[in-house]
T-cell receptor, first 110, second 119 residues
């Protein structure tokens, strides 16, 4: 089947904004999620958006959803070195099943 | 709230032995837990869905006799890798589904993962 696609790498300077993109596959997904994974650790829920929303803001995080194009993005304002990690988007094609994206490795340069 | 633990965090075993990994929801009850496998620099692949009091549901291509799942209580699911081989070496992550902390929206909360190395 099709993969949930993300760009593999993103490098930004500390203090700049980061934008991580995700193209998902299932238009019936009710919720779409963003998770953060630090080296050797599990996944930390960052935020999620309901499918009838276009945008959700949560402190430094802004999620944009374009259902027509099945495109999801995560913007991190004022990116810090502690934001360096792998970011996964996830769609929910079933009642509870998550399909994760390929992951974007964010590197923040001091 | 919504903390999930895994034990052990790291295990090294000899080929042919069995390894049990525990996943616990510490401050909530979870009728459904999930087991994922993650290879280096890759995404998470769902292996199976663990339902309390019933048989696990395995994803296509996952051998149920190889990866035994038991969900004996509302706070504990175990994954046993039977007769482990080097190709089973991987990062195994569990998650538990709950609406705690998210209003009515059920969300998956993940454990810290278990790194398995089979020699």
């Amino acid at each position: 089947g099709e993969d949930v696609e993300q760009s593999l790498f993103l490098s930004v300077r500390e203090g700049d904004s980061s934008v991580i993109n995700c193209t998902y596959t299932d238009s019936s997904s009710t919720y779409l999620y963003w998770y953060k994974q630090e080296p050797g650790a599990g996944l930390q829920l960052l935020t999620y958006i309901f499918s009838n929303m276009d945008m959700k803001q949560d402190q430094r995080l802004t999620v944009l959803l374009n259902k027509k194009d099945k495109h999801l993005s995560l913007r991190i304002a004022d990116t810090q070195t502690g934001d360096s990690a792998i970011y996964f988007c996830a769609e929910t094609p079933g009642t509870y099943k998550y399909i994760f994206g390929t992951g974007t490795r964010l590197k923040v340069l001091a | 709230g919504a903390v999930v633990s895994q034990h052990p965090s790291r295990v090294i075993c000899k080929s042919g032995t069995s390894v049990k990994i525990e996943c616990r929801s510490l401050d909530f009850q979870a009728t459904t837990m999930f087991w994922y496998r993650q290879f280096p620099k890759q995404s998470l692949m769902l292996m199976a869905t663990s339902n309390e009091g019933s048989k696990a549901t395995y994803e296509q291509g996952v051998e149920k006799d190889k990866f035994l799942i038991n969900h004996a209580s509302l706070t504990l699911s175990t994954l046993t890798v039977t007769s482990a081989h080097p190709e089973d070496s991987s990062f195994y992550i569990c998650s538990a589904r709950t609406s705690v902390g998210q209003g009515y929206q059920e969300t998956q909360y993940f454990g810290p993962g278990t790194r398995l190395l089979v020699l």
